[in-house]
């Protein structure tokens, strides 16, 4: 299908959308990573005020603001898609129903950045609105994407279905990143390929999971005695066996039985983000969470969700005439 003019616009927009989102979430990581994240104990100021007061002296509520400045940016971005999808939402190759989901999540992620601040860095919150901010990055990643007009081959449908399979274990396996980051778990085990010097070390898998613990506790610098945090820790290395395992699988394939070049590439691309992650998460462990190493990890994620998405939008079914997309 031709695009028209405002649709390569409208996509244009989408890719400058989806590289704010991933900037946005490498620094999130960042705030995250250097504790920043009650650096502005109120929202959406800071100590009642738009911006740090010098008087405060708070390094750490400028890395929040400036975070929360980002965002905004990336709100407005959104809201733009979302008028331009309406205005012309009768053409056929205007996307319409993907904007106004992004639209209703970047919405869900600003409650989600309240509730970061207001609940004390409840891990589930904020795990919650680092899938939000993926999610965002994907959908405008998805949006930047032109569709393939190329009809789809019947031997393409077993591919669509270990793509989606895998778009399931690498979901799975963020939420376990996210969980091991918002449980400060991530010095849990110091050692590797080892756990505290053991293949099976000694873990609370009653306290490690609980996503609830009621309000008013502060989380900042955990709360979960050691052998919770192993368990979270050790839970998240098992599932980057089978998470990595199954998207190498699914890269090679794509590579090398892929039917058209878009999707070779996607296949490509997959792999090498897969190594790059867990090369970076072994680095993270051998060097004891550096800070640039650690926030390069939760960039390989952003890789990695960027890749799958490439993968999809190549394997997606090819839209017909009228058909909105």
Known sequence: MQQSNSTRWFRRIALA??????????????????????????????????????????AKAWHEMVHRYFA????????????????????PDQPLAPVIALFAIVCLQATLGALTVTLLLKPLIVTAHLVGGLS?????????????????????????????????????????????????AAVACPDFPTCQRSWWPETDYRNAFVLWRGLGVDYEGGILSGPARVAIHWTHRL????????????????????????????GVLLFGAVILQISLGIATVHWGVPLPVATSHNAGAAILVVAMVTLLRALAPAPTAGMVK
């Open 72 to 91: 905004g940016s990336l709100v407005t971005v959104i809201a733009v898609l979302a008028g331009f999808s309406i205005v012309n939402r009768k053409k």
């Open 136 to 184: 965002t990055l994907a959908l405008l990643w998805w949006l930047a994407l032109p569709p393939d007009s190329r009809p789809r081959l019947a031997a393409e449908h077993g591919l669509r279905v270990f793509a989606l399979i895998g778009l399931g274990v690498l979901v799975m396996q963020i939420l376990l990143g996210g969980w091991t980051s918002t449980n400060y």
């Open 239 to 266: 599932g980057a066996v089978v998470a990595g395992t199954v998207l190498l699988v699914l890269g090679i394939t794509a590579a090398v039985r892929g039917s058209s070049r878009w999707i070779r590439w996607a």
């Open 17 to 58: 959308g989806a590289l704010l989102a991933f900037f946005v979430v490498v620094l999130g990581a960042w705030v995250r990573l250097t504790d920043a994240g009650l650096g502005c104990p109120d929202w959406p100021g800071c100590y009642g005020h738009a911006y740090p007061q010098a008087d405060q002296g708070f």
